[in-house]
């Protein structure tokens, strides 16, 4: 759901919900079509927003690790079991937990 992050797409006036529609729609209707492919060409081809979508698939492959590569395979063996009272810390300081 990048189409809803503030972060990569901050010219573009997207909520969350929108996209979630927006997906149901093509899930339902169109997912298993060749006409459209993938969700993102699906969405280009609609007046929903104006989107670029060579950008688009640039800031999603952004969050695709393929586990062939390198860096998913070392992501892979660092990821231990999570520390949860340091997670807990973090979050309080962050305030997003209060006990």
Known sequence: MV???????????ISLYDVIDWFNEYATLYKNEQKY???YKWLCTKNYCALDYDELLKIHNMFCLIEDD?????????IKSP?????????????????
Do not use: H, M, P, W
């Open 3 to 13: 189409l809803s992050g503030t972060d990569y797409n901050i010219n573009q006036k």
């Open 37 to 39: 492919g993938t969700f």
């Open 70 to 78: 390198a860096i998913y395979v070392n992501v892979k063996n660092l």
């Open 83 to 99: 520390n949860y009272a340091e997670l807990k810390n973090i979050l309080r300081e962050d305030g997003f937990v209060s006990c």
